[in-house]
């Protein structure tokens, strides 16, 4: 009776470990990169499927560790809550321009604006970027990043300072 237990016991051990052993192989640390990048640009209403228009932020160059490329994103959803501050779900993607290094990530994120003081119009942006998809040299991407920056609505301008880790598979 002893020997079946101390079976399954051994079995579930490996298991267990096998297990473990796959998760810390799936991002190795070389196809990762840590990244920070700053800017700002103009808002505008931009076309994000046929005949659907969102407030976002129109290609500006910005590079993502290594690679440059360009950066855009739009607001796919609002909700208002107490004290002014306004919650989005907003999609950002980011299209390589190395010609060696061809590839795409997109992003899903969830943003919390709140009055920043310099007037009506100014407000303070954070926004939780989840790395949902890749190709290219982003193939199999994945990664959280961070960004904190300031909307104004009078001027219609965005400033950005984003940081956290990239990885996928050509990186």
């Avoid at 399954?8 to 990048?37: D, H, K, M, Y």
């Avoid at 969830?110 to 890749?134: E, F, R, W, Y």
């Avoid at 920056?149 to 009078?154: A, E, N, Q, T, Y």
């Amino acid at each position: 009776m002893k020997t079946p237990l101390k079976l399954i016991s051994l079995l579930a051990l490996t298991l267990l470990f096998a297990g473990l052993s796959l998760v810390s192989a799936q991002r190795p640390g070389e196809r990762c990169q840590n990244v920070n990048a700053q800017g700002g640009g103009v808002l505008a209403i931009i076309e994000v499927s046929p005949g659907v228009f969102a407030l976002g932020f129109p290609p500006q160059p910005v590079t993502f560790g290594d690679v440059p490329g360009l950066q855009s994103s739009f607001i796919s959803s609002m909700t208002q809550s107490g004290q002014g501050a306004q919650h989005f779900t907003l999609q950002h993607t980011f299209v390589s321009t190395d010609a060696a290094r061809p590839g795409t990530f997109i992003t899903s994120d969830q943003a919390v604006c709140a009055p920043a003081g310099g007037g009506p119009n100014v407000s303070h942006v954070s926004d939780h970027l989840t790395i949902v998809s890749g190709t290219g040299i982003f193939a199999n991407a994945g990664g959280m990043l961070h960004n904190q920056g300031v909307i104004d609505l009078g001027t219609f301008t965005l400033t950005f300072n984003i940081h956290g880790r990239i990885c996928g598979d050509g990186l």
